[in-house]
């Protein structure tokens, strides 16, 4: 199932059947901080090269440890440039839907939050556009951004 797929930042990972378990390292993320432009870069990132457009859908269940402690999908176009669809603790107490689009800097906006400990998570890219969804019962998505 993963066999296209290589790492950048390489981190513990382990497949079993269709699930991908990966630990993190700590501190580690994908963020260019809008107030001074500080780059965090340190990001463990599994992927693959998708070209024009994909779909990714997943149930995802991030061991929430501590604040910001997250499980993300990533769509990478350089140092730059990316954007991510994350379940996050979040530093008011919840579990949320998290969108972040960077170019050049980051932004950063708390969604819906989600009572549970797990969500499906969904990004498309149809040309120069991009969508991201969230579920809670992986049947009925609901949308988080278009841009």
């Not at 809008?34 to 340190?42: K, T, V």
């Not at 440890?65 to 991510?84: E, M, N, R």
Request: net charge negative.
């Amino acid at each position: 199932m993963f066999k296209n797929f290589k790492w950048d930042n390489e981190t513990e990972a382990t497949i079993n059947g269709s699930s991908l378990v990966i630990k993190a390292a700590p501190k580690s993320n994908f963020f260019m901080e809008p107030s001074d432009g500080a780059r965090y870069l340190s990001g463990q990132f599994f992927y693959t090269d998708c070209g024009g457009g994909f779909l990714i859908r997943a149930k995802v269940m991030p061991n929430f440890a501590s604040v910001y402690d997250v499980c993300t999908f990533l769509a990478l176009s350089g140092d730059t440039c990316w954007a991510k669809l994350c379940f996050e603790s979040t530093d008011i107490g919840t579990y949320a839907v998290v969108s972040v689009v960077t170019n050049e800097i980051s932004d950063d906006a708390n969604g819906v939050d989600i009572a549970g400990d797990s969500v499906y998570l969904q990004l498309a890219k149809n040309g120069d556009l991009f969508a991201m969804h969230y579920s809670t019962d992986g049947k009925e998505y609901k949308m988080v951004w278009y841009f």
